[in-house]
């Protein structure tokens, strides 16, 4: 089945600084590849998603890179805030099947300092 | 839209007691997938269902059991509950079960056994 490695699993930044989260993937089928933020108590929130047939996706802060060669993909935060804080999780879709479902990775803990 | 919502949100049992989790999706949405999240192991897929059908399954025990209704709401049961299964249990909507569909998250159950 698919595999996703995510690093690091602690990030420290300080306020205004850049954030980078990598994660790399087993299947070469993956075709999904979704960012879930989840805070103290809460579930995981979608912040960003990139699909196969695109490079590279960016919404505000929030850029997320893809590497179908390497079988990578990175989450870029620009200009990070205190409220950036929490655990940020990458996600693989199984493949082309239609009842695949997520594989996630570890979790990156980020802390951004004021 | 209402989001995905989960009942209850807290659980104390003890060992050898059963559970039942409720999870009622965003309207509209057909495919509620369970996931079990722990701090050793991050976020594991349980099973997903469509249309009152179990789809994929994940690496549990069947302990682990699930079930959907035809308003798409679905609970998860586990029976005969062992420490390690205390855990934050999370579930997930999407419309269909496509691939390439964003899951929503629920707030999850924190289930302590004991």
């Known amino acids: 089945g698919e595999n996703v490695e995510q690093h690091p699993s602690t990030l420290s930044v300080q306020e205004g600084d850049s954030a980078v989260i990598k994660c790399t993937y087993s299947?070469?089928?993956?075709?999904?590849f979704p960012w879930y933020k989840q805070e103290l108590g809460k579930g995981p929130q979608l912040i960003i998603d990139?699909?196969?047939?695109?490079g590279e996706k960016k919404d505000q802060r929030i850029a997320v890179t893809l590497n179908k060669t390497a079988k990578h993909f990175s989450l870029h935060i620009t200009e990070t805030q205190p409220e950036d804080s929490a655990v940020y999780f990458c996600?693989?879709?199984?493949?082309?099947?239609?009842?695949?479902?997520?594989?996630f990775g570890k979790g990156t803990m980020l802390l951004v300092s004021p | 839209k209402a989001g995905v919502t989960q009942t209850p949100r807290y659980l104390i049992k003890t060992r050898g007691q059963q559970v039942t989790l409720s999870c009622s999706p965003i309207?509209?949405?057909?495919?509620v997938s369970w996931y079990q999240q722990t701090p050793g192991q991050g976020l594991q897929f349980l099973f997903e269902?469509?249309?009152?059908?179990?789809?994929n399954k994940g690496n549990f025990p069947g302990r682990f059991s699930g079930r959907q209704f035809s308003n798409s709401r679905s609970e998860m049961n586990v029976s005969t509950l062992e420490l390690g299964d205390s855990a934050l249990y999370l579930c997930?909507?999407?419309?269909?079960?496509?691939?390439?569909?964003?899951?929503?998250f629920g707030p999850g159950t924190r289930l302590l056994v004991l």
């Open positions: 997930a909507s999407r419309p269909l079960a496509s691939s390439q569909e964003t899951q929503y």
């Open positions: 299947d070469s089928a993956s075709n999904y």
């Open positions: 990139i699909r196969s047939n695109v």
């Open positions: 996600a693989a879709s199984m493949g082309n099947s239609g009842y695949s479902t997520l594989t």
């Open positions: 309207s509209g949405h057909r495919s």
């Open positions: 269902y469509f249309s009152e059908t179990q789809r």
